[in-house]
């Protein structure tokens, strides 16, 4: 079945750096890719939707400054939290359509953690 | 402002036993309706799903009842087992220009019992 595969898996580091999360589609082009972000024990939140070749389209009260969505090619998007801090801490989650019966499949997720 | 609701927020049952969590939506908009199971740290996995024009759809132990009428939809697990032990979550979706947008319920934290 279609794998979309999400790294790094778990990520620590300093506030006010940035970080660099991937999202790749394995064996099925992915012309929109999905960013969400989930709390402890909450549903997840559309962040972002990012397509091919043009901008993200970002969900209302997300800063698009903050999450840098880059969607380069058809396999391929990344979300870059920059100047990141211990709020941004989160599950962060990709998923990309993956059939005509609006099949979607999910990364496995991005646990970051900001010191 | 929370357009999919679903309860309960956990849920224990004895293996064995069947598992129900209900989901109800506003928006009529929504045209389809997949459930999702999430294992701790891992990313969600299409469970099963089903369309408005059906009331009723099942795979294996797992069974969808839709009322379209009354803008609700559940989940039955049938002889559930430890393994089942996860988190749920319904979900909607609706054309959003050319893709379908997802929105989630707030989730079901399962535990099955031996």
Redesign the interface.
């Known amino acids: 079945g279609a794998v ?1 595969s ?1 790294h790094p ?1 778990r990520v620590i580091c300093k506030s006010g750096t940035s970080v660099k999360i991937e999202c790749r589609s394995l064996d099925f082009q992915a012309t ?1 890719m ?1 960013w969400y972000r989930q709390f402890p ?6 962040m972002a ?1 990012s397509n091919e070749g043009s901008k993200a389209t970002y969900e209302q009260g997300v800063e698009k400054d903050k999450f840098l969505i880059n969607h380069a090619s058809l396999t391929l998007s990344t979300l870059t939290v920059t100047s990141a801090h211990p709020e941004d801490s989160s599950f962060y ?1 990709c ?1 990309a ?1 993956t059939g005509a019966n ?8 991005t ?1 970051l953690t900001v010191v | 402002q929370q357009q999919v609701k679903q309860s309960p927020q956990s849920l224990i049952v004895q293996k064995g036993g069947i598992s129900i969590i209900n989901c109800a939506y506003e928006n009529t908009a929504f045209d ?1 309706f ?1 459930w ?1 199971q999430q294992f701790p ?6 469970l099963i ?1 089903i369309r408005p024009d059906v009331s009723e759809k099942k795979e294996g132990r797992f069974t969808i009842s839709f009322n379209k009428s009354a803008k609700q939809f559940s989940l039955h697990i049938m002889d559930s087992q430890p393994g089942d032990s996860a988190t749920y ?1 319904c979900a909607a ?1 609706t054309d ?1 220009g ?10 079901t ?1 399962l535990q099955v019992i031996p």
């Open positions: 979309v999400q898996s929109t999905f024990k909450q549903s997840l939140m559309l939707t989650i998923s359509m609006y099949g979607y499949t999910f990364g496995s997720g646990r | 389809y997949p999702y740290g891992k990313g969600p996995a299409l799903a979550f979706t959003s050319g893709y379908q947008k997802v929105t989630f319920g707030t989730g934290k």
